[in-house]
């Protein structure tokens, strides 16, 4: 399963290019109230991810303000990486940027977002199911 969120919310329009469709979930909304306050953020991060199953790949779409996306990948990487014994033994889900492409707007057919998985860094566009 592949769930796509965008980091906020009315930056920009997001077409994911995974599914052609708009994607319009996002963890924050346009405006953020003390954006350093990360412990915060990651409080909202953990309601949304509440739905999202542990095996699932979750693509989030960065569109700026770099506490919130900090508050993601910490909310993420407790999220998975928690268990009884809080150890470094994940589930089996993937955590991957969908950062915008600036080259896309002066180059043609270049990608739209590059994909970055968030632990290792590689490049690879994840595949709807």
């Known amino acids: 399963m592949i769930k796509e969120i965008a980091l906020t919310n009315g930056r920009h329009t997001i077409v994911s290019p995974i599914t052609g469709e708009e994607v319009t979930e996002s963890f924050f ?9 990360v412990e915060e953020h990651m409080e909202t ?3 949304h991810l509440k739905g999202v199953p542990m095996d699932a790949t979750l693509v989030v779409y960065v569109t700026g303000l770099t506490p919130l996306f900090q508050a993601v990948f910490a909310a993420w990487l407790t999220r998975n990486c928690s268990g009884p014994m809080m150890s470094l033994d994940m589930y089996p889900g993937n955590l991957v940027f969908a950062h915008y492409n600036l080259e896309s707007k002066f180059i043609k057919d270049a990608p739209t977002y590059v994909f970055r998985d968030a632990l290792t860094g ?5 595949k709807s199911s």
Do not use: I
């Open 29 to 37: 909304g346009k405006e953020v109230e003390d954006t350093l306050n």
């Open 45 to 47: 991060v953990f309601e």
């Open 122 to 126: 590689a490049t690879e566009k994840p």
